[in-house]
């Protein structure tokens, strides 16, 4: 492996200067800095995390929570989130180090160890108990979803309360005015998990300004706690004619328990997803979707991030606004 010695001496230069071309510390001229950099590719130097953060005060590593509950819950979504972290990451030159673990202490020793630069947060409550530690930390902190009170840091996500709102209008225009939501799991909701709260608030106000009857069912992301979640939709709204989807793990789930009874989509029942297009889009039955823009979270999450490490940024919420995609799964009530 070389070494700092390998890359001066390939350029031509001491290892003091090779230091500070790494570091940016002090001016070096143009033409030793190509030498230098040249050196570096053809012998493929890396330095070492540590020996960065030394040299000037980064890491260039970015700090991803990822609670193993949110990858129980939304695979899917979570690791499109991931890939938008990983690949935006690299076109600023950081790496990226995971974290599952999702308490407060776990949070506290990873900033507190000097590993990352700034903190990216998944899975966030409507009440986190790990915000107020965040907010005093010396690091940026990027929340992937929007609490009651962020405590000053910046947040990102789908406008969840606009999804809710839209499924609703969308199927209004149709004509339906007997609408379910098949929401997060019981435990999503338990807890407050923000997206699973804000969806609802959505629906329900929608619903109401419609003056269409409603109901939200928590729906286990397994076949028969889907097919539990239809049958109890269909039990508490006996002329029920549309579902709004928002638990990607259970649509297939979904769309086999319409099948055994029956039921038809979009002739007999419409079925509407608030999930990523790609997924929707592949199912037995394609579905119409407001898309979840996953991949572009994280994308913005780290861009945010590195706003925030390269000036002095006031916290922000950057809300992704709803997009609807068309497949023909809604259509006018029987």
Do not use: W
């Not at 929570?65 to 979570?78: C, G, K, Q, Y």
């Not at 690949?87 to 990873?110: I, P, S």
């Not at 209008?169 to 929401?183: C, D, K, N, P, Y």
């Not at 407001?290 to 490490?309: F, N, S, T, Y």
């Amino acid at each position: 492996m070389a070494t700092i010695a390998d890359v001066a001496k390939a350029a031509g230069v001491s290892s003091s200067t090779v230091s500070y071309v790494l570091s940016g510390k002090r001016p070096i001229s143009q033409a030793t800095r190509h030498r230098v950099e040249k050196a570096i590719r053809d012998l493929g130097f890396s330095p070492h995390a540590g020996a960065r953060a030394l040299a000037s005060s980064r890491t260039n590593v970015l700090g991803l929570v990822v609670p193993l509950r949110a990858l129980e819950a939304n695979s899917a979504i979570v690791m499109e989130v991931v890939t938008g972290v990983l690949t935006r990451a690299r076109d600023f030159d950081h790496d990226v180090l995971v974290l599952t673990q999702d308490d407060v202490n776990g949070v506290q020793r990873l900033a507190a160890g000097s590993m990352v630069d700034a903190l990216i947060l998944m899975d966030i409550e409507t009440q986190d108990p790990r915000l107020p530690v965040l907010a005093g930390l010396r690091q940026p902190a990027i929340l992937v979803g929007v609490p009651s009170d962020p405590h000053g840091l910046s947040c990102v996500d789908l406008d969840f309360t606009a999804a809710g709102r839209l499924a609703v209008r969308h199927l209004v225009e149709h004509g339906h005015r007997s609408i379910a939501l098949l929401g997060a799991p019981s435990a999503a909701l338990a807890r407050s998990a923000n997206y699973a709260v804000r969806i609802v608030e959505g629906f329900r106000s929608q619903a109401g300004q419609a003056g269409v009857r409603h109901t939200v069912v928590p729906t286990e992301a397994t076949y028969p706690g889907a097919d539990a979640a239809v049958t109890r939709a269909f039990t508490e709204i006996d002329d029920l004619t549309a579902l709004v989807v928002h638990n990607e793990a259970a649509l297939p789930g979904v769309l086999a328990a319409l099948a055994r009874a029956d039921r038809r989509v979009p002739q007999d029942v419409s079925v509407l997803a608030v999930a990523p297009s790609s997924l929707a889009e592949h199912l037995v039955v394609p579905l119409s979707a407001i898309d979840v823009p996953a991949e572009e979270i994280g994308r913005a999450a780290v861009e945010m991030a590195i706003e925030r490490l390269d000036q002095s940024r006031a916290a922000e919420t950057r809300l992704l606004t709803p997009r609807f995609i068309e497949r023909g799964s809604c259509a006018g009530p029987a």
